[in-house]
């Protein structure tokens, strides 16, 4: 038979394993936590920029290179045609969310991709089937297009343009439009272009992007 001063033994022995074990597995947990953060840290955020046709290459080509201030790569993939398929006859403009997606079929990756367009575009919003917008994403697919037709003021379309672009790659990397600030990139237009009240991001957007990779 087996003495009480062996089975009280073998029962700390055991506990005391147990305690090893799980110490062992909350240390390799936050190791892979450790792990996980520096993978998405050493990640570099790369925006894949196509032109569709017609585009101005000047203005495209200078809007590249403000955004190489804020990514680490942008990979210009080149100039393509509209789909025909996005076509909207009745009022002679492209369907934004028919774009995007074309856009994604291009760019297999789950990189940002964003389309610049300087025909008019539109989609199902403010309660209408089909209204004018200036830029459109589909955040579930990291999608963008944006448009210079509604950029009315040509004096500051380079500037707009550039705000218009970061507005629509926030919401491709999760921004919703923003609250907190009416100077913020992500304001949103509400049918009207209040670009030359927006000077940045907001602190709260800035962490949001910050840990998307973004150098803000």
């Known amino acids: 038979p087996i003495s ?59 809007t590249m290179k403000e955004l190489k201030h804020t990514f680490d790569s942008v990979a210009f993939e080149g100039v393509i045609p509209f789909p025909d398929s996005a076509y909207y006859a009745p009022r002679s403009r492209y369907k934004a969310d028919k774009l995007v997606k074309h856009l994604r079929q291009l760019q297999a990756s789950s990189e940002l991709v964003v389309g610049f367009s300087s025909k008019d575009i539109s989609d199902r919003v403010h309660g209408y089937e089909d209204f004018g917008v200036m830029g459109w994403t589909r955040i579930s697919l ?46 949103d237009a509400n049918k009207q272009n209040h670009f030359p009240e927006l000077d940045g991001f907001c602190d709260k957007c800035k962490t949001h992007l910050s840990k998307r990779g973004w150098n803000l």
């Open 4 to 62: 009480m001063k062996t089975l009280l033994y073998a029962l700390i022995m055991a506990v005391s394993m147990s305690m090893i074990c799980s110490c062992s597995n909350k240390e390799e947990s936050k190791e892979t936590k450790r792990e996980d953060v520096k993978a998405v840290a050493n990640t570099k955020k790369i925006v894949h920029v196509y032109f569709f046709e017609g585009f101005n290459k000047s203005l495209g080509d200078n």
């Open 142 to 187: 990291h999608s963008s297009v944006v448009s210079t037709y509604r950029l009315a003021d040509k004096s500051r379309l380079q500037s707009d343009f550039v705000k218009l672009v970061l507005h629509e790659l926030g919401h491709a990397d999760g921004l919703p439009h923003c609250k907190n600030s009416v100077s913020c990139y992500m304001r």
